[in-house]
């Protein structure tokens, strides 16, 4: 879909996945690296075990499909060559970050002048403006400041993060939505400004904002989310398992105590339990302990296949916690031809790697180009850059007339079918932007969103579940029985009228209804469908359910979050509920975007619609793609290592003065090592000759961490984050949900709005992770209530009458 555009990366890790998506969505992407080869090639561990650079795994897992030159920065030279590399190309992803871009020459407004089109795109911790924008962090820091830490992991231990880094799968995607958010805009540049801190915070999903309506959440719970376990052992490992109630679950507890009972592991005082009027907030503590000793005994006779097994067949919410093996092995995602097979003939060597994010009708195969040698495209790209072979950046479109963040998709047209939060949050980014966006509902089947956390017996009902107003915020609302044949027929005539179809839902449901793509497209030929459900439309598990818990765990992230010896915990927030709605929002944007350039003068090329079958596990081991590669090249597990990273030492969250309070630091060399000692003082640690470089370090890593421990809890977090930063030290004092609320560098870039609920009064609202030239879109509307715009559409876009109307509503069509 991007074929037409060329990207030049100036990326370290924190850019990576951005230039792999675009990359893998057909663009050309450029990486520009050093004379001694971009300093990720470097990071262990080296396929065969070599110290080669060309066979760092890390690397090669994140740079397939993509070209690479070598251009000096530091020389005249060589920044005039970059200069001119920068005049034919259409977009610049860099992390450099603002003070190293000036040291380059190569601020914006260098660029600006070697190309008016051009589109900066910079990824930087906290963003590029604001009271820590020269400040410094790597993924822990990251996360630390960002929310997610201080609600992942056991209460009576440290914050953790995930082993790999869940803060730059987050700023990839939003990247990505950036980049083609500016391209759609128009014929101008544009700049834009990633914060990874404001990307971590969707993983809370909305989290601070309904802390502070007092719902939600309070502290991190370890295996267990709010009241209940979430993770338990089995007889080989760890699955995902909610003991929640409501009308969904219900059915889920009966089915596993019918397993139960079957296997003659059903406690008596349990054969007869209500589950359709459970509710697990109403049990006392004691009444909880002896539902989950139940449940838990059961499990641990068990292996976690087994359970998986059975969840498929009897439509259990259960997941195992795979690692990379059980990902490799897995039939749906081998089904689905998930993984290529890519040679790399000078390592003799073949690696598998995920394929894609997501099956493209328009895209005949999921080609997987090994990532390139340091310079290797030199000679292809002898004084320019060429983009099929002319040496010139595309022709933009004439977009929406406006570079006006808030107006860029005032002409786009998404209607919405769905529940929760994957399909709802990606739409977000178009609804924030002008687009038109409608939510089909029923209050027969509400959104099971509209139930959570909602004040029970309030007159607002449906209409008051903070969760649900958050994600929904800018979209219409129109309230439709979709069993009803009069109800269909509407939603078809709003499909003939919509540029873009977005669902979620399970596969079938849909179909069941006559609505699946190719109803769609047949209905609106030009139409952009859009599904993301769990597994996907296709293979043999495509009807699983789950929901966002179980889909981290089949992904590998809850295998990847937690102590070495203890229980795998998982981030907290779902995180596919997180990271899946960004991808959907990086392709609905490039399917607009190619429309738009197949519709601009100089093209003959005709835009046929398109559609994009999303699996929101397939995003996510997408994105850890590390995990696969490193293990298909050496047979190495990535495992849960709590906070400890494998060339940086230290590299943990420790403990500051006042209850539960913490801070993150990071030292990935010796430099920085002496000025965190600088900051200490007069402390023996400083001192000692262990910890002199990162090797010794590394060794006595535990030594380590209690002393500095010893010395961070007389300290204040911010007091001690400021001094450490500073002075050139990655760290951060980890937030919790009340600190993001106050955080002084989300304040100056307006990350939370404060709008008025008609139900709930004052509430914050999130928004994106990027600003596009210095605008974050607009928040103009809290979520709607079900089936509030119902008159407003049926009269103002498909021409009804009042009276037509009444006689729906009468036959209960429109309810």
Not at 146 to 155: F, K
Not at 697 to 714: G, V
Request: charged content about 25%; proline content about 5%; glycine content about 10%.
């Amino acid at each position: 879909m991007l074929e037409h555009l060329t990207i030049v990366e100036l990326t370290d890790e924190r850019g990576y996945l951005a230039g792999k998506i675009l990359a893998d969505l057909g663009a050309t992407v450029i990486k520009v690296e050093p004379p001694d080869g971009e300093a990720g090639r470097s990071r262990p561990p080296f396929a065969l075990g070599s110290r080669d650079p060309e066979a760092g795994l890390p690397w090669l897992a994140m740079n397939t499909n993509k070209h690479s030159v070598v251009i000096d920065l530091e020389s005249d030279s060589g920044r005039d060559r970059f200069l001119d590399f920068i005049s034919r190309a259409d977009v610049l992803l860099e992390t450099l970050g603002p003070r190293r871009m000036r040291n380059l020459e190569l601020n914006p407004a260098t660029l600006s002048r070697v190309n008016a089109q051009l589109v900066h795109c910079a990824i930087t911790p906290f963003g590029s403006d604001g009271p820590y924008s020269e400040y410094t962090g790597d993924d822990l820091v990251v996360v630390a400041m960002g929310g997610n830490a201080s609600m992942t992991g056991d209460p009576t231990r440290a914050p953790l993060r995930c082993t790999l880094p869940c803060s730059y799968f987050h700023a990839g995607p939003e990247a990505v939505v950036g980049i083609l958010t500016a391209l759609y805009s128009g014929d101008t540049a544009g700049y834009v400004d990633v914060s990874m801190q404001e990307c971590q915070l969707a993983t809370t999903m909305s989290g601070p904002a309904t802390r502070a309506l007092g719902k939600g959440v309070r502290t991190r719970g370890g295996g267990r989310l709010g009241r209940t376990r979430e993770i338990w052992a089995t007889n080989d490992g760890w699955i995902s398992f909610g003991l929640r109630g409501g009308p969904v679950r219900g059915k889920n507890l009966i089915a596993i105590t019918d397993y139960m009972r079957e296997a003659n592991l059903l406690p008596g005082w349990l054969d007869a339990y209500d589950w359709l009027t459970y509710d697990h907030m109403s049990l006392s503590d004691a009444e909880l302990a002896r539902l989950e000793d139940a449940f838990a005994a059961f499990f641990r006779t068990k292996s976690m296949h087994e359970l998986y097994e059975q969840s498929l067949t009897r439509r259990i919410l259960l997941a195992p916690c795979n690692n990379a093996a059980e990902i490799l092995e897995h039939e749906q995602l081998r089904s689905r031809s998930f993984f290529a097979r890519v040679d790399y003939p000078d390592l003799g060597i073949t690696i598998e790697h995920p394929a894609r994010f997501a099956s493209i009708a328009s895209r005949s195969s999921d080609t997987v180009e090994r990532a390139p040698h340091a310079g290797e495209h030199d000679r292809f790209y002898v004084g320019t850059v060429r983009k099929n072979g002319t040496g010139q950046h595309s022709e933009r479109h004439e977009g929406s007339g406006t570079t006006k963040d808030e107006d860029i998709f005032l002409d786009v047209k998404i209607l919405e079918f769905g529940v929760g939060a994957a399909g709802p949050v990606a739409t977000r980014y178009f609804a924030d932007r002008g687009a038109t966006v409608i939510r089909v509902e029923s209050s027969r089947r509400p959104d099971f969103l509209r139930h959570l956390h909602m004040t029970k017996g309030a007159p607002h009902g449906l209409n008051g579940a903070p969760m649900f107003i958050s994600f929904n915020a800018n979209k219409k609302s129109i309230a439709i029985d979709m069993t009803k044949p009069e109800g269909i027929a509407l939603v078809r005539r709003l499909i003939a009228w919509a540029d873009v179809v977005n669902e979620n839902y399970s596969p079938g449901v849909m179909e069941k209804w006559g609505l699946d793509a190719k109803a769609i497209r047949e209905l609106n030929p030009q139409a952009i469908t859009v599904s993301s459900s769990l597994f996907g439309l296709t293979g043999p598990q495509r009807c699983y359910p789950g929901f966002g818990g179980q889909g981290s765990a089949i992904a590998g992230f809850n295998h990847l979050t937690g102590f070495p010896e203890s229980e795998a915990h998982g981030p907290f927030g779902t995180i596919t509920d997180s990271l899946s709605p960004r991808y959907t929002a990086a392709l609905i944007a490039s399917a607009l975007l190619r429309r738009a350039y197949c519709e601009s003068d100089g093209t003959d090329e005709e835009f046929g619609g398109e559609s994009i079958d999303l699996s929101q596990i397939e995003s996510g081991i997408y994105s850890l793609s590390e995990l696969i590669v490193r293990y298909s090249a050496t047979g190495e597990q990535i495992a849960r290592n709590g906070n400890h990273h494998p060339w940086a030492a230290p590299h943990a969250i420790y403990p500051s003065s006042g209850g539960d309070r913490w801070i993150a630091i990071s030292v990935f060399n010796d430099s920085e090592w002496q000025r965190l000692c600088g900051v200490a003082g007069d402390v023996d640690w400083a001192g000692d000759a262990r910890f002199r470089d990162t090797a010794g370090r590394l060794e006595h890593e535990e030594e380590l961490d209690l002393a500095i421990a010893s010395w961070t809890q007389q300290h204040d977090r911010y007091e001690l984050m400021h001094r450490l930063q500073q002075s050139g030290v990655q760290a951060g004092a980890v937030q919790t949900f009340e600190d993001v609320l106050t955080d002084p560098q989300l304040a100056h870039r307006r990350h939370f709005e404060k709008l008025k609920h008609r139900h709930l009064g004052p509430m914050f609202f999130e928004r994106s992770g990027f600003r596009l030239d210095a605008q974050g879109g607009r928040i103009r509307t809290p979520g709607p209530d079900l089936g509030e715009h119902t008159d407003e559409i049926l009269t103002g876009i498909l021409g009804l009458a009042q009276s037509e109307i009444d006689e729906l509503r009468k036959n209960e069509v429109l309810t």
